[in-house]
Protein backbone atom coordinates (compact mmCIF):
# COMPACT_ATOMS: atom_id res chain seq x y z
CA UNK A 1 0.00 0.00 0.00
CA UNK A 2 1.49 3.35 -0.88
CA UNK A 3 1.84 5.68 2.11
CA UNK A 4 2.88 9.20 2.29
CA UNK A 5 5.49 10.77 5.31
CA UNK A 6 5.42 14.29 5.41
CA UNK A 7 8.42 15.93 7.26
CA UNK A 8 9.48 19.44 7.95
CA UNK A 9 6.38 21.42 10.00
CA UNK A 10 6.87 23.21 13.14
CA UNK A 11 6.98 27.07 14.41
CA UNK A 12 8.32 29.43 12.03
CA UNK A 13 8.82 33.16 13.00
CA UNK A 14 7.31 35.47 10.67
CA UNK A 15 9.61 36.13 7.33
CA UNK A 16 11.70 33.05 7.94
CA UNK A 17 11.92 30.07 6.00
CA UNK A 18 10.79 26.05 5.92
CA UNK A 19 11.00 23.29 3.40
CA UNK A 20 8.73 20.35 3.92
CA UNK A 21 9.06 16.73 2.23
CA UNK A 22 7.40 14.14 1.52
CA UNK A 23 7.98 10.88 0.51
CA UNK A 24 6.16 8.07 -0.91
CA UNK A 25 6.72 4.23 -0.33
CA UNK A 26 5.21 0.93 -1.10
CA UNK A 27 4.92 1.55 -4.91
CA UNK A 28 6.33 -1.64 -5.57
CA UNK A 29 4.02 -4.50 -4.48
CA UNK A 30 3.28 -8.10 -5.40
CA UNK A 31 0.71 -7.02 -7.93
CA UNK A 32 2.04 -4.18 -9.68
CA UNK A 33 3.94 -0.94 -9.90
CA UNK A 34 2.73 2.56 -8.92
CA UNK A 35 4.22 5.37 -11.53
CA UNK A 36 3.73 8.81 -9.50
CA UNK A 37 2.62 11.67 -12.30
CA UNK A 38 1.56 14.69 -10.31
CA UNK A 39 2.38 15.87 -6.99
CA UNK A 40 1.34 18.82 -5.55
CA UNK A 41 1.29 20.47 -1.83
CA UNK A 42 -2.46 21.76 -0.14
CA UNK A 43 -3.27 23.04 2.97
CA UNK A 44 -5.95 24.18 5.61
CA UNK A 45 -5.83 26.41 8.15
CA UNK A 46 -8.50 26.41 10.75
CA UNK A 47 -12.05 27.05 10.06
CA UNK A 48 -11.29 26.91 6.14
CA UNK A 49 -11.51 24.74 3.30
CA UNK A 50 -7.95 22.89 2.01
CA UNK A 51 -6.48 24.57 -0.50
CA UNK A 52 -4.07 24.18 -3.50
CA UNK A 53 -0.60 25.69 -2.74
CA UNK A 54 1.38 24.18 -5.50
CA UNK A 55 1.62 21.42 -7.77
CA UNK A 56 3.84 19.81 -10.22
CA UNK A 57 3.51 17.56 -13.12
CA UNK A 58 5.85 14.89 -14.17
CA UNK A 59 6.53 16.80 -17.33
CA UNK A 60 8.11 19.65 -14.67
CA UNK A 61 4.53 22.06 -15.36
CA UNK A 62 3.95 24.07 -12.18
CA UNK A 63 1.42 25.52 -10.83
CA UNK A 64 1.10 28.03 -7.82
CA UNK A 65 -1.74 29.81 -5.72
CA UNK A 66 -1.32 33.71 -5.95
CA UNK A 67 -0.63 33.48 -2.24
CA UNK A 68 2.52 31.09 -2.98
CA UNK A 69 4.08 32.98 -5.75
CA UNK A 70 7.60 34.43 -5.56
CA UNK A 71 7.75 32.94 -2.00
CA UNK A 72 7.02 28.91 -2.36
CA UNK A 73 9.09 26.35 -4.59
CA UNK A 74 8.34 23.03 -5.53
CA UNK A 75 10.14 20.40 -6.89
CA UNK A 76 10.80 16.49 -6.48
CA UNK A 77 13.45 14.21 -6.37
CA UNK A 78 12.16 11.14 -8.77
CA UNK A 79 15.13 8.77 -7.63
CA UNK A 80 13.57 9.26 -4.05
CA UNK A 81 9.90 9.65 -4.67
CA UNK A 82 9.84 12.77 -2.84
CA UNK A 83 7.94 16.31 -3.43
CA UNK A 84 9.38 19.15 -1.35
CA UNK A 85 7.84 22.76 -0.87
CA UNK A 86 10.68 25.61 0.03
CA UNK A 87 8.62 28.67 1.32
CA UNK A 88 10.33 31.81 2.14
CA UNK A 89 9.02 35.01 3.93
CA UNK A 90 6.98 33.12 5.36
CA UNK A 91 3.51 35.08 6.78
CA UNK A 92 1.71 34.20 10.01
CA UNK A 93 -1.58 33.99 7.43
CA UNK A 94 0.57 30.78 6.10
CA UNK A 95 -0.46 28.96 9.39
CA UNK A 96 -1.96 25.59 8.61
CA UNK A 97 -1.56 22.02 8.30
CA UNK A 98 0.12 21.22 4.97
CA UNK A 99 -0.63 17.94 3.24
CA UNK A 100 0.83 16.28 0.15
CA UNK A 101 -1.13 14.55 -2.79
CA UNK A 102 0.13 12.33 -5.46
CA UNK A 103 -1.72 10.61 -8.53
CA UNK A 104 -0.54 8.61 -11.08
CA UNK A 105 -0.92 5.24 -12.57
CA UNK A 106 -0.78 1.44 -12.07
CA UNK A 107 1.21 -1.34 -14.28
CA UNK A 108 -0.20 -4.40 -12.91
CA UNK A 109 2.01 -7.43 -12.98
CA UNK A 110 0.64 -9.25 -16.45
CA UNK A 111 1.18 -5.67 -17.70
CA UNK A 112 -2.23 -4.32 -17.54
CA UNK A 113 -2.14 -0.05 -17.31
CA UNK A 114 -4.69 1.50 -14.76
CA UNK A 115 -3.93 5.19 -15.37
CA UNK A 116 -5.47 7.01 -12.13
CA UNK A 117 -5.33 4.28 -10.02
CA UNK A 118 -2.56 6.05 -7.93
CA UNK A 119 -4.50 9.20 -5.53
CA UNK A 120 -3.11 8.90 -2.48
CA UNK A 121 -2.87 11.71 0.60
CA UNK A 122 0.49 12.44 3.54
CA UNK A 123 -1.19 12.69 7.05
CA UNK A 124 -0.67 16.05 7.21
CA UNK A 125 1.93 18.50 9.00
CA UNK A 126 1.31 21.47 10.71
CA UNK A 127 3.12 24.63 10.06
CA UNK A 128 2.46 27.85 12.75
CA UNK A 129 4.17 31.14 11.16
CA UNK A 130 4.33 33.39 14.73
CA UNK A 131 6.53 35.20 16.89
Known amino acids: QVKLVESGGGLVQPGGSSQLSCTAS?????????????MAWYRQATGKERELVASLTTGGGTDYADSAKGRFTIFRNNTENTVYLQMKSLKPEDTAVYYC????????????????????WGQGTLVTVSS
Open 26 to 38: GLIFSGGTFKIDD
Open 101 to 120: HVRGSLTGYSGTYYPGALDE
